[in-house]
């Protein structure tokens, strides 16, 4: 899929702007509450834990697991050339922070429930879009 | 147990339109023909009918027709009239119902759901998407997945599926019974989509669309409009074709409303929706003669056996493998008229209005003496069910 990048169809709102703009330093970035610290996502206007509106980004480790997957057969959007992987990943940090991502550098067969994984980035336009890859990929 | 307000409501009339792969006919055009069909199938008229209840309430090819325009269509008169997406899933237009007609607002609520989504969907050129996709661009919770060509719901459902196969050892041949069976109930049902018999081994041998979900495993577009009418249970000795009593109505949304931020990954919000309804009835899941439920995608049903109760959690595999638990003659006859795999994706009514012929003794698969039907329609966090009894509640 890489090389070959799909339309990504980002379209963020003010609150998730920051977690598709995160990549451009290498670092992923989830929502944290700053009165109880709780880890927040999909991002929102105000913690739903305490209610707190001292919310803002944080950088995260960007490693994880994989919780669940699905392999595409289909192209359900053109230029998402099939088979590719849709997975929820669950960060270290806090795994009710699942993450919607495609699971790439890896054999489609490879992947797997409770797989290690890191983050990587893609470009597109002026989004960098999480992506994940198994934990200690050699980088090219 | 305090009064339950929906056992002030019946179903009067039930009745659907024309279904097809292809009809190339409007939404309010099916609708009109399967309101008008219920209507007198009630034994009212449209000068009876003081409500209209729909979803989700707009048109396009998931959306069919709006209440204004079966309103106006039929120059109705009416008190109350809804309509909404935002409900405890398809069958919140029920539900809606049963409340106004439980409050008094009104006292022959027309009910109807209609898809075009056969005839409207991809495969007319020039149209939106249909089936659940078509969501690209969206700056709400799909935002998160749409960047990743999860574009439809298969691509979720597949995601739940897999962690259900990786948790209790679910396998494709137990998943492959909920299309099997249906396919097997819909050759008696002359409106279903696709009758040709399918085994076993033609539905592992079907094509891969969102590993482990198959060809098979997803639901199929079609146009139709399904119609019920919601009347106050005074009116039920005078409905000729028999009322349909409501026992109970399961409404709950109790974790996150959330394709994708559910907390547990083997099942969706149907385990609160079907709980809140057992906590409305003095009946038991042991009480329920058949089920009708959601199989939009096949998995959905097997999270609503076990959300309903037919088996313990994780244990719908086994339960359904082979198919004989939920055969015509099983302990849980199960979407007899087809389902939506084979008899089309009408978005939950048909198996609503499958509900209502089982209850009648008029069903093309009758169970023999049945008296509780348990109808559930809906996957991720848009669910929603109904308990109903032979005869007022
Ligand atoms: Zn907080």
Same mark, same amino acid.
């Given at each position: ?39 927040? #996502? ?8 305490? #209610? ?75 989004? #960098? ?12 | 147990? @305090? ?73 109705? @008169? ?86 259900? +196969? ?82 109970? +109505? ?72 082979? !198919? ?6 099983? @302990? ?28 009648? !003794? ?32």
């Amino acid at each position: 899929m890489r090389g070959d990048n799909p339309p990504r169809f980002v379209l963020a709102s003010s609150e998730s702007e920051f977690y598709w703009r995160s990549g451009a330093d290498g670092r992923l970035r989830i929502q944290r509450c700053g009165e109880c610290s709780r880890w927040v #996502h999909p991002p929102g206007p105000a913690c739903p834990f305490c #209610h707190s509106r001292r919310v803002g980004p944080e950088p995260v480790a960007g490693t994880g697991t994989v919780a669940t997957y699905t392999i595409n057969r289909k192209e359900w959007i053109p230029g998402f050339t099939p088979p590719y992987v849709f997975a929820f990943v669950e960060l270290d940090e806090d795994p009710t922070v699942r993450i919607g991502t495609n699971i790439v550098d890896c054999e489609i067969d490879k992947v797997e429930i409770g797989m290690r994984v890191e983050v990587l980035f893609e470009e597109s336009g002026e989004w #960098h879009v999480p992506l994940f890859r198994p934990a200690g990929t050699e980088t090219s | 147990m @305090s009064e339950r307000m929906e056992r002030r409501a019946v179903i009067s009339g039930a009745a659907q339109s024309e279904v097809g792969r292809r009809l190339y006919r409007t939404g309010i055009d099916l609708t009109v023909e399967a309101a008008l069909r219920a209507v007198e199938d009630a034994g009212l008229t449209t000068a009876d009918i003081d409500g209209v209840s729909t979803y989700p309430g707009f048109g396009g090819s998931f959306g069919g027709a709006m209440g204004a325009e079966l309103h106006e269509a039929l120059r109705l @008169s009416l008190n109350w009239r809804s309509a909404g997406v935002e409900t405890a899933g398809p069958l919140g237009a029920v539900h809606n119902a049963i409340l106004g007609v439980a409050t008094g607002l009104a006292r022959h609520v027309l009910v109807f759901r209609t898809v075009v989504e056969g005839s409207g969907g991809p495969l007319r050129p020039g149209s939106g998407g249909g089936g659940g996709g078509g969501m690209a661009g969206s700056a709400g919770p799909f935002q998160f997945m749409i960047p990743y060509g999860a574009a439809s719901a298969a691509c979720w459902v597949a995601c739940y599926a897999r962690r259900h +196969m990786h948790d209790y050892g679910t396998t494709r041949t137990q998943l492959g019974a909920i299309a099997v069976n249906g396919r097997a109930n819909a050759v008696a049902n002359p409106k279903a989509i696709y009758t040709d018999p399918m085994t076993i081994d033609d539905y592992l041998a079907v094509r891969m669309v969102s590993d482990p979900l198959c060809l098979y495993d997803c639901d199929v577009p079609c146009d139709g409009s399904t119609a019920v009418v919601v009347s106050h249970r005074d009116y039920a000795p005078d409905a000729p074709a028999g009322a349909v009593g409501v026992n109970a +109505m399961g409404t709950a949304i109790r974790g996150r409303p959330s394709w994708d931020q559910f907390d547990d990954l083997t099942s969706m919000m149907m385990r609160h929706t079907a709980a809140s309804m057992w906590e409305r009835t003095e009946l038991t899941v042991d009480d329920v003669d058949t089920a009708q439920l959601y199989d939009g995608f096949s998995w959905l049903t097997l999270a609503w056996i076990e959300a309903m109760g037919f088996c313990g959690k994780g244990e719908s595999g086994a339960f359904v493998e082979g !198919g004989v638990n939920i055969g015509p003659d099983g @302990s849980v006859p199960l979407n007899t008229s087809g389902g939506q795999l084979s008899a089309g994706r009408l978005h939950g009514f048909g198996h609503l209005h499958e509900a209502v012929m089982q209850l009648r !003794g008029a069903a093309n698969i009758q169970v023999p003496g049945c008296e509780v039907v348990a109808v559930g329609a809906g996957g991720g966090p848009e669910t929603g069910c109904l308990l109903l009894t032979k005869g007022p509640s």
